[in-house]
């Protein structure tokens, strides 16, 4: 049988079984057979003279399903859930009723009326058999739960969608809009190395939709699996993920929505943090495609927080306050690479590299006249690497005395910032900030493999200053700033309270 050819007559008379039928009348082409007993179906490119013959799980149509047939024509097994996803969570939207499908390959040898009659359609089923597998499920505001399941092998794909309940129309539509998001989101997970695409899902009908998760394990190659774990609702925002690169976990905290800034203050300040990722990747050698995985995934979790909940302590934070914080939510974030080890000579040493950054924000005071906002933001990069003694040689360690000439790097830096804020009766009564960053390194230099030198270089700055003076100079008797003029001070001082990792950069960057 031919998909193009010998099913497409059937495509003008659709089976009224499922309303997503209606939807698509290719989708009863790619599923119906010739014959009533038959769950077999041949697909296979027009002008070819060889097919791939597929059983089916059960008969119900559904675009859905014409993808699922489609793709099992690629050959990549990461593309078997190409568009299946999105498509999978629009029939869900739009039609409203749970889906349940799988497909499987035939052996070459196989007919459809020998294979229909040895294996029945509960033994084709591939649910949960797939080395790539996805799930996504949804809350809604009412509390009704949307499951998806997608799984992809090489000989088989497999979905279904459940919900525990009847969607309203504004339940319906934010799921449609979603469903490219989550095609995103495999479709990143799916490349090789994987990339990390879910701001889409974060950005969610709050009023509709009250938490979205995803999962999902996609195999890399023959030994290696990613896995990727994410949550969002309107108190925060989690993802961890592992694979053959390294392992990461981010935590943001939306509960504390009146320390956010501007959108433009919080894009500088996320800006701010990813160039200190690169930067600290620079100086631990971090490499590997962990680090842009980290960099994706925190920008994804740090985009548009949405409206986020009312402030309890209803504490409003003024312009001047945001100039003294980053505008971001809070957050918790670590990554790490694989370890390696690539001299075979002395096993004990390791190629690593693990960083975390993070913020805490306090707001306090029984009012808004006697507030107080305290804010500390965080790194720790800690690194091993080998390199070359000399900057154009080629390192190449193996067991031979002769490869044995290398410098083993320890690096150990930290660095935090501390921002004060206090209001008496309305009145400024307290702005401080207090900055420090250190750093270490320490080199072991090995010739024929013998350790010639061990030293360590630390280096550290600390800044404190009272800003007081500088957001009302006329407490030391100069004229009290304009408008204009405050605009413009503010806008000169935020950069100066980010974090700075390098200490040479506290010196480098003096406050207005």
Do not use: C
């Not at 935590?251 to 500088?268: E, Y």
């Amino acid at each position: 049988m031919s998909t193009v050819n010998a099913l497409a007559s059937l495509a003008a008379t659709p089976t009224p079984a499922t309303a997503s039928t209606n939807r698509s009348a290719a989708a009863s082409a790619a599923l119906s057979t010739r014959t009533a007993s038959s769950t077999v179906v041949n697909l296979g490119e027009q002008g070819e003279t060889s097919t791939k013959a597929l059983a089916w799980e059960n008969r119900t149509h559904s675009t859905s399903a014409t993808l699922m047939a489609r793709n099992m024509n690629n050959d990549e097994l990461s593309t078997r859930l190409s568009g299946l996803g999105s498509e999978l969570l629009k029939q869900v939207a739009y039609d409203g009723a749970d889906f349940s499908q799988s497909v499987q390959q035939l052996p070459a040898s196989a007919t459809s009326d020998t294979y229909a009659l040895q294996v029945s359609p509960a033994k084709i089923s591939q649910h949960g058999m797939g080395d790539n597998q996805i799930s996504l499920n949804i809350m809604t505001a009412s509390g009704i739960k949307v499951e998806l399941k997608l799984d992809a092998s090489d000989n088989g794909i497999a979905v279904e969608a459940h919900s525990s309940g009847k969607l309203n129309d504004a339940e319906r539509k934010a799921l449609g809009k979603l469903s490219e998001a989550f095609q995103k989101s495999i479709d990143g997970l799916s490349e090789n190395p994987p990339r990390i695409d879910l701001a889409g899902l974060t950005q969610f009908d709050s009023h509709a939709l009250a938490a979205v998760d995803l999962k999902g394990q996609i195999k890399i190659d023959a030994k290696d699996t990613q896995r990727l774990e994410f949550h969002a609702d309107s108190m925060g925002r989690t993802l961890s993920f592992n694979g053959p690169a390294g392992t990461a976990s981010i935590a943001v905290d939306l509960s504390k929505p009146a320390s956010w800034g501007s959108k433009a203050q919080q894009a500088a300040a996320l800006d701010h943090y990813l160039q200190q990722i690169d930067q600290a990747a620079t100086r631990g050698l971090g490499r590997g495609a962990i680090i842009g995985m980290f960099k994706q995934g925190f920008s994804a979790l740090n985009s548009d927080y949405g409206s986020g909940p009312v402030a309890p302590q209803g504490i409003a934070l003024n312009q001047q306050d945001h100039a003294l914080t980053t505008g971001l939510a809070d957050f918790n974030a670590s990554f790490a690479q694989t370890e390696e080890f690539p001299n075979p000579a002395r096993s004990t040493e390791k190629d690593s590299f693990a960083y975390e950054l993070a913020q805490k924000t306090s707001i306090g005071g029984g009012s808004q006249l006697d507030r107080s906002i305290s804010q500390q933001q965080s790194s720790h990069l800690k690194a091993r690497y080998h390199a070359p003694i000399r900057a154009d040689a080629k390192l190449a360690l193996d067991l031979s005395p002769n490869s044995q000439n290398y410098h083993y790097v320890t690096i150990d830096d930290a660095a935090s910032s501390q921002t004060e804020i206090a209001y008496h009766k309305g009145v400024l009564a307290k702005a401080t900030l207090d900055m420090q960053a250190s750093q270490s390194t320490r080199t072991l230099r090995y010739s024929l493999g013998k350790l010639q030198d061990d030293h360590t270089t630390p280096a550290g700055k600390r800044s404190s200053r009272d800003l007081l003076t500088t957001l009302e100079p006329e407490r030391t008797g100069h004229d009290p700033l304009s408008e204009t003029e405050q605009a413009q001070m503010l806008a000169k001082l935020h950069p100066q309270i980010l974090l700075q990792q390098n200490p040479d950069a506290l010196s480098a960057s003096p406050l207005p």
